[in-house]
């Protein structure tokens, strides 16, 4: 009696083992099922979230002029309503290219398309730039100009646009002298225009 009773315990332990391997198998099947849902679920859930943030976002390649050098950039832009806000890098071309002097340009523009009619708008622009070169290795060499301008910004075009700017305004020019023996600002009134094309997404 004793030893059926031990017989039927073991086959007991041993189906209730059997189905705690099988509960187990299933459920790790079900995560890696579930794992590429999961996956693909996220990725759309990503694909929307940026599709969402690039709405009304604009790539722009320019070239144009100031007072220190004739420039080319590439410029990101912001669409809210009728603000466009685009902050951009630029590189002097003759200082950057011909003489061998990286001269970087960085602005933020701010344009109110007061006019828009069907593909053509146009309105007021305020930008803001600065820019630095080194005229030698030396840091203490370096020249600093900041500009302050004000002008008008149209486009035309729907998906792809041709850009076209003029402003003028304040142009500072920031250096330390060896003559004077100190850090010498100069004030005067600077300019800028530039033409290119842009993109929508």
């Not at 790539?59 to 912001?78: A, K, M, W």
Request: aromatic letters at 16%; hydrophobic letters at 40%; one cysteine or more.
């Amino acid at each position: 009696m004793y030893n059926l009773l031990s017989n039927f315990r073991a086959r007991f332990r041993l189906i209730a083992a059997k189905r705690n391997v099988a509960k187990s198998t299933r459920k790790r099947v079900s995560t890696v099922r579930s794992a590429p849902r999961f996956k693909h679920s996220f990725l759309c859930f990503l694909f929307f979230i940026v599709a969402g943030s690039v709405n009304g976002q604009s790539l722009e390649l320019t070239t144009g002029f100031n007072r220190s050098d004739y420039q080319v950039g590439i410029g990101y832009g912001h669409r809210e309503e009728r603000f466009l806000f685009v902050p951009k890098v630029e590189l002097g071309v003759n200082s950057t290219f011909a003489s061998g002097r990286l001269f970087p340009r960085i602005s933020f523009g701010t344009s109110y398309f007061a006019l828009k009619k069907n593909q053509f708008e146009l309105g007021p622009e305020l930008t803001y730039a600065y820019s630095r070169q080194r005229l030698t290795s030396s840091h203490k060499t370096a020249h600093h100009w900041n500009e302050l301008l004000v002008g008008y910004r149209l486009q035309f075009g729907s998906r792809i646009k041709f850009v076209h700017s003029v402003s003028g305004g304040w142009f500072n020019e920031l250096f330390a002298s060896d003559v004077a023996g100190k850090v010498v600002s100069y004030h005067s009134l600077g300019y800028y225009a530039q033409i290119g094309i842009s993109y929508t997404f």
